[in-house]
T-cell receptor, first 113, second 116 residues
Framework: DAGVTQSPTHLIKTRGQHVTLRCSPISGHKSVSWYQQVLGQGPQFIFQ???????GRGNFPDRFSARQFPNYSSELNVNALLLGDSALYLC????????????FGEGSRLTVL | KNQVEQSPQSLIILEGKNCTLQCNYTVSPFSNLRWYKQDTGRGPVSLTI?????NTKSNGRYTATLDADTKQSSLHITASQLSDSASYIC???????????????FGQGTILTVHP
């Protein structure tokens, strides 16, 4: 079975641009969570979606948005990129909103120049 | 203030040696505590998960212990291998009825380097 898949794996953007990151959860998982991990730090929670609805939001500006599709895949969008947005963006899926093991994807490495 | 503190920040050991990583937390009450292994540039992979009532949990050469009274956990790695070089992250989940995964509190990680 495929694990959590994320795309792209690496990308480089310039300040002011926008980016879309994609995540496909493990088959049967209905919850997708997004995390930002800056080098040398632990992951910071951005969003959780369950059954296509936002169920949690971290302390991130409105430039960050996300959505979940009927097939439970998800997109994370970041507008007006800043240098500080450079990070590894992790997607994690679980069966339930609050239950089940949390499985992480390999991440999307975003570099903002 | 980060409610999950890990020590040491980094650690270098020789292949074959044992090591212990520490995690102190203030999250209370908590539902479970997890240890993840994260290779450089990769996503975290779960090693162990313990509820507040468990004292120890093993996964091969990895053994996690938990003292809920002192709010401390440790991860012991036996007979280290080069492939153990990674960041090890302690994650605590609060117990607040229906808490979403957004409430998980991550430590900053301990970077372990195993030298031949």
């Amino acid at each position: 079975d495929a694990g959590v898949t994320q795309s792209p794996t690496h990308l480089i953007k310039t300040r002011g641009q926008h980016v879309t990151l994609r995540c496909s959860p493990i088959s049967g998982h209905k919850s997708v969570s997004w995390y930002q991990q800056v080098l040398g730090q632990g992951p910071q929670f951005i969003f959780q979606y369950y059954e296509k609805e936002e169920r949690g939001r971290g302390n991130f500006p409105d430039r960050f948005s996300a959505r979940q599709f009927p097939n439970y895949s998800s997109e994370l969008n970041v507008n007006a990129l800043l240098l500080g947005d450079s990070a590894l963006y992790l997607c994690a899926s679980s069966q339930g909103q609050n239950t089940g093991e949390l499985f992480f994807g390999e991440g999307s490495r975003l570099t903002v120049l | 203030k980060n409610q999950v503190e890990q020590s040491p920040q980094s650690l270098i050991i020789l292949e074959g040696k044992n090591c212990t990583l520490q995690c102190n937390y203030t999250v209370s009450p908590f539902s479970n505590l997890r240890w993840y292994k994260q290779d450089t540039g990769r996503g975290p992979v779960s090693l162990t998960i313990m509820t507040f009532s468990e004292n120890t949990k093993s996964n091969g050469r990895y053994t996690a212990t938990l003292d809920a009274d002192t709010k401390q956990s440790s991860l012991h790695i036996t007979a280290s291998q080069l492939s153990d070089s990674a960041s090890y992250i302690c994650v605590v989940r609060p117990n607040r009825g229906g808490t979403s995964y957004g409430k998980l509190t991550f430590g900053q990680g301990t970077i372990l380097t195993v030298h031949p």
